[in-house]
């Protein structure tokens, strides 16, 4: 399966390509990755017990963990 980019990982490529990821920190852009993925895992975390008590949800057996999913989609 080909790994995904992030919206921040692209952003970085598209200003490397401008040569305007000078003016970003490899820091800033370290804390940019993980506000994002904060609010990925967020996100999944909601829908996860959305779906629990509204009886949609995948039973917890088969529930993939958020760490799981952001690591085979980013390889994080």
Do not use: P
Not at 10 to 37: C, H, P, R, Y
Not at 62 to 76: A, D, H, I, L, V
Request: with cysteine.
């Amino acid at each position: 399966m080909e790994q995904k980019q992030t919206a921040v990982e692209w952003l970085v490529s598209q200003l490397n390509k401008q040569g305007f990821a000078q003016v970003v920190t490899d820091e800033e852009i370290k804390q940019a990755k993980e506000m994002e993925k904060q609010q990925k895992m967020e996100c999944w975390e909601t829908a996860h017990q959305a779906g629990r008590f509204e009886g949609k949800g995948i039973a917890e057996e088969n529930w993939q963990t958020f760490e799981q999913y952001y690591n085979e989609e980013y390889g994080k």
